[in-house]
T-cell receptor, first 114, second 118 residues
Framework: GNSVTQMEGPVTLSEEAFLTINCTYT??????LFWYVQYPGEGLQLLLK?????DKGSNKGFEATYRKETTSFHLEKGSVQVSDSAVYFC?????????????FGTGTLLAVQP | DSGVTQTPKHLITATGQRVTLRCSPR?????VYWYQQSLDQGLQFLIQ???????AKGNILERFSAQQFPDLHSELNLSSLELGDSALYFC?????????????????FGNGTRLTVT
């Protein structure tokens, strides 16, 4: 069945460091891919998405490229801030951006130190 | 603020009991989704309702049921509770059906209800 695998955390970085959180997926067909972020005590928020191969999603300095050949959707940011500390979830959706039955990875905790 | 309201924020109950979790979607959103977040299983999709009708079903136990009312709020009923049902239960809403329609919108999550079964 479809699944998402994320790198385990926690990831601890200093402010202004480069961030990569790995995400790979297994799916049939042409799924959409999402990154969600969960700040302490809050629900998940959509960070970015890509609906087809080679699409790049970007938001708030974060980027991820849908790589069909490596079945990956790694999250990157060039310079992290303390305010980026949160749990990041990679998620797999249906064709064309469909969001019902999203399959989430286990989440990666990011802690950014000043 | 996502606009999705979940009540109560915390719930502590005993094994064998029944509880009801409530969700009010964002204004104008017709779809409501329920997710369970636990330490061992991660974030699992339970069920989706669209405009009062069940739209999609995930890993929802038979002891659990949900419904969406005419005013679009939704309730998740958990019965014969077990220790393993302790988790954070999230509700999310979206404008569309959750499918591939161009009117589809991202999910907006509430802050969750933390259920503790003792």
């Amino acid at each position: 069945g479809n699944s998402v695998t994320q790198m385990e955390g926690p990831v601890t970085l200093s402010e202004e460091a480069f961030l990569t959180i790995n995400c790979t997926y297994t799916a049939t067909g042409y799924p959409s891919l999402f990154w969600y972020v969960q700040y302490p005590g809050e629900g998940l928020q959509l960070l970015l998405k890509a609906t087809k191969a080679d699409d790049k999603g970007s938001n708030k300095g974060f980027e991820a490229t849908y790589r069909k050949e490596t079945t990956s959707f790694h999250l990157e940011k060039g310079s992290v801030q303390v305010s980026d500390s949160a749990v990041y979830f990679c998620a797999l959706g249906g064709y064309g951006g469909a969001t019902n039955k999203l399959i989430f990875g286990t989440g990666t905790l990011l802690a950014v130190q000043p | 603020d996502s606009g999705v309201t979940q009540t109560p924020k915390h719930l502590i109950t005993a094994t064998g009991q029944r509880v009801t979790l409530r969700c009010s979607p964002r204004s104008g959103d017709l779809s409501v989704y329920w997710y369970q977040q636990s330490l061992d299983q991660g974030l699992q999709f339970l069920i989706q309702y669209y405009n009062g009708e069940e739209r999609a079903k995930g890993n929802i136990l038979e002891r659990f049921s949900a419904q969406q009312f005419p005013d679009l709020h939704s309730e998740l009923n958990l019965s014969s509770l077990e220790l393993g049902d302790s988790a954070l239960y999230f509700c999310a809403s979206s404008a569309g059906t959750g499918g591939t329609s161009p009117y589809n919108s991202p999910l907006h999550f509430g802050n969750g209800t933390r259920l503790t079964v003792t």
